[in-house]
């Protein structure tokens, strides 16, 4: 009877991802489950068949939510379509509970609240502009089927007015607070996946790995500010000369990784050569290069291995070169 959920959370590990699902349903669930068992235990006045026909609607759209949960979202295959359906039908519940509950002044409304917050963390832009709209319809169409229920005309009052307030100021707050902590989930994601010297990518599943020869040489000789300038340049010029498909990264210290997908030993080998030969052409430093090609049911890290085995190959063979292996699949 509140949040639904976005395909993806962006930036959470998948093993956290799984358990604010959990908790997120369990909640939910919590809230549903006391609803129904009030109604049919009377515990919020008379049991009407209207109500009965609420309480069943709400429990039976939250079986079918715990199993699309459990069984579609959780294990990563989620249905577009349910997804945007089920904020729709979550706000639904809402409704359906507190007109059932036919009390105007019910503490149940604010409910309508904790969605929004759920929404904010969730949803941005147009697509939870249209939610929040959707709330404020829901709020303004309960409280108007409560006063009709009650014999009362149907007409705006100081009551539905302070709910509708209180309602987009909540739905403001949470749009704020979601896009604020949007942005520091993006911050902390690049923090943690960029090399903050070269603005690259920092070490994380690549297959090719590249080393400045004799760093340590410049560093005692011109400084390590001097050093730092290299190493940036250096992940520049590889950065500007690599495919769109390509990625590169800093592995640590003034190593370098290239992962190239969908590409022959030969077409690596040669990219290599161009980029060793541009590095010592712009820069003080030059570059060894070791190139290797995944095997099909190769491990990454057996990979790096035979990699890195070349580049120390080229720099115990006179350093400025470029040293592969012929294998039968490209990476």
Known sequence: MTEGSSPVLPAMPERDQRKLERQVLVLQSAIAGFFVAGMFFGWFGTRSEAAVAGAVWIAGYHALHAFYILGYRIPGRPIRIVEWLTPLLDVSCITTAWVVLDQAQSPFWAVYLYALVGYGRRYHGWRYFILASFIVVNVIAGR????????QAAMVNADLLTMVVMTAAMASLSHAVGSAWRQAERRARMLAETDPLTGIANRRNFLERLDLDDFK?????????????????????????????????????????????????????????????????ATPASVSIGCAVREHGETAGAVLKR???????????????????????SA
């Open 307 to 329: 990699a890195d085995d070349l580049l120390l190959s080229a720099k115990r063979t006179g350093k400025n070169a470029v040293r592969s292996t012929t294998l039968r699949r």
């Open 217 to 281: 040489r410049i560093n005692d000789e011109y400084g390590h500010l001097r050093g730092d300038d290299v190493l940036a340049q250096v992940a520049r010029l590889l950065h500007d000369n690599i495919r769109e498909t390509d990625r590169v990264a800093r592995y640590g210290g003034e190593e370098f990784i290239i992962l190239m997908p969908d590409t022959s030993l030969a077409k690596a080998t040669a990219l290599a050569d161009r980029l060793r030969a541009m590095v010592f052409e």
């Open 144 to 151: 108007l089927a409560i006063s009709l229920n009650d014999g």
